[in-house]
């Protein structure tokens, strides 16, 4: 039976319709919001190609914290810039780092916020690569031995969650063998599973003042071709003792999140980019588009390929436009 029996449109109707039978149901539950910490005191400085966006002391951030808290967003993502850099991203894993404080100051003045960090060298090192570099060559093994005392010095400042964004083979193992043995078996590993050499990385490295001095990151990222291969990735990471996995970059990569979803029984995340997130303010500037708009269906579209929890710019914005809504 067709038209006129079957009219799909009865279910379009009017909004109150529409919302009953919405199959994707946007909130803030799996909201991330991503901060950049630098040293000093009284500092917010923003990143000219990630409009609202800033790089901010500790004082600073945990004003903003206390705000993305009160919007109902569950929780941040910290990303560290160093005093000084050097060949092995000391500053990365010492008790006194920036994200170190910005993980015990959020903790003490929002304790219901979930705190995430960024686990990676790249921030910390003068070369800008994520992980020790020799004879012109990014290292594997040694740079995973770094990785698990970064991640262990966040889990003693209070982090919940720890993310390993490097893609170095076998650190997922590493910092949960690290974490176990210093009795922080509670701290989980949301690891960027399958994390793409995207060219959407772009405003990033201009916040994180993270670009490459050399090169790029080809060896140790993804191939953007590869779909099965971001499966294998995933199945690596869960065995290797993973709690949640994530699709990086999200929206040239829906396919992705999609196929892990279907294949893994676990938590999947997406990262909406900061590439993502400058082209739509630049078009919004522009008058091209309706910002709320846009960013409301690229939000559905992310929870729609599969991903519950979703790290984005525009965390905040969502926050208030689906408190309105």
């Known amino acids: 039976m067709t038209f006129p029996v079957h009219r799909p449109r009865r279910l379009r109707q009017n909004e109150a319709i529409r919302g009953l039978v919405r199959e994707t149901q946007p909130s803030t539950h799996g909201l991330i919001y991503p901060m950049f910490v630098c040293p000093g005191s009284g500092v917010r400085a923003e990143v000219s190609s990630m409009p609202g966006i800033a790089q901010q002391s500790v004082d600073k951030i945990v004003e903003e914290a206390r705000e993305v808290a009160d919007l109902g967003i569950p929780g941040v993502i910290l990303f560290g810039l160093p005093e000084h850099k050097d060949e092995k991203g000391t500053e990365g894993y010492i008790a006194s780092g920036v994200v170190q404080r910005a993980i015990e100051a959020i903790r003490k003045a929002r304790p219901d916020l979930l705190v995430v960090t960024d686990v990676c060298l790249c921030e910390y090192t003068d070369h800008g690569h994520c992980g020790i570099v020799e004879n012109g060559k990014v290292v594997n093994d040694s740079t995973v031995e770094l990785l698990a005392q970064m991640a262990l010095?966040?889990?003693?400042?209070?982090?919940?969650?720890?993310?390993?964004?490097?893609?170095?083979?076998g650190r997922v193992g590493a910092i949960r063998k690290k974490l176990d043995g210093a009795n922080l078996s509670d701290v989980a590993i949301l690891s960027y599973a399958a994390k793409y050499c995207s060219s959407f990385y772009g405003p990033f490295r201009e916040a994180a003042q993270s670009?490459?001095?050399?090169?790029?990151?080809?060896?140790?990222?993804?191939?953007?071709?590869?779909?099965?291969?971001?499966?294998?990735e995933v199945a690596l990471d869960l065995d290797e003792g993973a709690d949640m996995i994530m699709v990086k970059p999200a929206l040239p990569y829906l396919d992705i999140i999609h196929r892990v979803r279907a294949a893994f029984d676990v938590p999947v995340a997406a990262y909406n980019v900061s590439g993502e997130y400058a082209m739509v303010k630049a078009a919004a500037q522009n008058g091209w588009i309706d910002e709320k708009r846009v960013v409301l269906e690229i939000?559905?579209?992310?929870?729609?390929?599969?991903?519950?929890?979703?790290?984005?710019y525009h965390a905040k914005d969502l926050a208030r436009w689906l408190k309105a809504c």
């Not at 010095?153 to 083979?169: E, F, K, L």
């Open 211 to 232: 670009a490459p001095q050399f090169g790029d990151r080809r060896s140790y990222q993804m191939d953007p071709a590869n779909a099965r291969e971001a499966l294998k």
């Open 153 to 169: 010095s966040h889990a003693r400042a209070g982090a919940h969650i720890v993310a390993p964004s490097d893609m170095m083979d």
């Open 299 to 312: 939000f559905t579209a992310i929870q729609r390929a599969g991903a519950s929890i979703v790290l984005t």
